[in-house]
């Protein structure tokens, strides 16, 4: 690791990551609340109806983010489009509020139109304060990732919660406000990124190979969670049926963002004042991946009381892992992009995830039916993926010495 001197965080790290702390807070404390509110007494929909309405809308968040995206980068300018969007959402957020079927579909298509706008402008623009502080981008989309999880972790809990309590409609116009709330930040910012940019000295095809690694070791990593979680979760709901400790079932949901927490803060001090690779850093989570889901294999199909330990293990180091790999999709994508069109670039990041999770979804019923199976099959993905990167570190270490 080389020691970092010059390179500081400023004052829009703050004012971006509390925008989407609250953004984030106002979006999954909704979603917590959607599928509940179809179902409920005033929509009145069935199960199939309303999770098929909800697989949509979260499918078709990704196209409204290239939409957004493209109007960012090349019409309207980043800072105007996450103003537009969050605008948008806190609109769509009032309009669910209203108790109507008519309300839902005009409010959940807003909600998803604004969230385009948003969501990729602010990851560029915050991006885009660090293009002159590359040594120090890793630590400051680890910040962007924090505010992010706590974000949607505060946003379940007091949205879901009220909601709940005091109706659907209070809980739709709690996260109107604090949607509101978001946007505050990003206008009192102005504009903070620097118009002289240091511009990477890497050839084109050295650039398209780095944005092309990420794009797939993200698809792979997200994909293979996806398969791995079915299991965490068969593990979670075991252990919290037979445990002793005085922890609510809700809690046992949020114990992955309660190790992501200082396990964040810990990486962003590391990494405000000691630089490695990105690359090194993408092997590192990959390792720590295997090391987790091999833990988690080591708990039996019927696990006891004495397995928790083991559990929250297992849970720690995907925490650590986590960190170590999803903050690098955007670190690497601002290094290594053509700054102008970074929105729209983050805006087709999780394209890759997508399809690959499309391909081991043939395998579902599968893996479902049988979680061990599917644990077993992201283990050898992820030494096979951990095995790559240690070669690529090797080689690329070895080539940096000739020169």
């Known amino acids: 690791m080389d020691r970092i001197q010059s390179q500081k965080h400023n004052i829009g790290t703050f004012y971006y990551g509390l ?45 409204f983010q290239i939409f957004g995206a493209l109007l960012g980068d090349l019409l309207i300018g980043n800072r105007r489009s996450i103003i537009i969007g969050g605008i948008i959402q806190v609109i769509g957020a009032f309009c669910l509020g209203v108790p109507s079927t008519i309300g839902f579909y005009i409010g959940i298509f807003l909600i998803v139109l604004g969230s385009g706008f948003f969501t990729p402008n602010i990851i560029s623009n915050f991006g885009k304060l660090y293009l002159n502080k590359e040594r120090i981008l890793d630590s400051g989309f680890t910040i962007f990732y924090l505010m992010v999880n706590l974000g949607s972790f505060l946003g379940v809990l007091l949205i879901g919660y009220l909601g709940e309590k005091f109706g659907y409609n209070i809980g739709f116009i709690i996260s109107g406000i604090l949607m509101s709330f978001s946007i505050i930040p990003v206008i009192v910012s102005k504009e903070l990124i620097s118009k002289k940019i240091e511009r990477n000295e890497l050839s084109i095809n050295k650039k398209v190979l780095c944005i092309g690694i990420i794009f797939i070791a993200i698809g792979i990593f997200w994909s293979i969670y996806e398969i791995v979680n079915i299991r965490f979760f068969d593990v979670q709901l075991k252990l919290s049926q037979i445990s002793s400790l005085d922890i609510p079932k809700s809690f046992w949901n949020s114990f ?53 330990l083991m559990y929250f293990i297992s849970l720690f180091f995907f ?42 979804g043939l395998f579902n019923n599968i893996f479902y039916d049988n979680p061990t199976l599917g644990l077993k099959f992201g283990i050898i993905t992820m030494v096979i993926v951990s095995v790559g990167f240690i070669g690529y570190c090797i080689i690329k270490k070895k080539i940096m010495r000739l020169l």
């Not at 959607?34 to 069935?46: Q, S």
């Open 319 to 360: 925490g650590i892992s986590e960190i170590h790999i999803a903050p690098m999709l955007y670190s690497i994508l601002t290094k290594y992009a053509n700054p102008k069109y970074l929105a729209i670039l983050i805006s087709l990041a999780f394209l890759p995830t997508r399809v690959i999770s499309l391909v081991f």
């Open 256 to 308: 992955n963002t309660i190790f992501i927490v200082p396990i964040s803060l810990i990486a962003i001090i590391l990494w405000r004042y000691f630089y490695s690779s990105q690359f090194f850093k993408l092997m590192l989570g990959f390792i720590f991946a295997v090391i987790s889901f091999v833990i988690l294999l080591l708990i039996p199909e019927a696990p006891t009381e004495q397995h928790t």
């Open 19 to 63: 925008s989407i702390m609250l953004e984030r807070a106002s979006h999954y404390g909704l979603r917590s609340l959607i599928v509940l509110y179809m179902t409920g007494e005033v929509l009145k929909m069935n199960n199939s109806k309303a999770f098929g309405i909800y697989g949509l809308v979260m499918g078709s968040l990704v196209f």
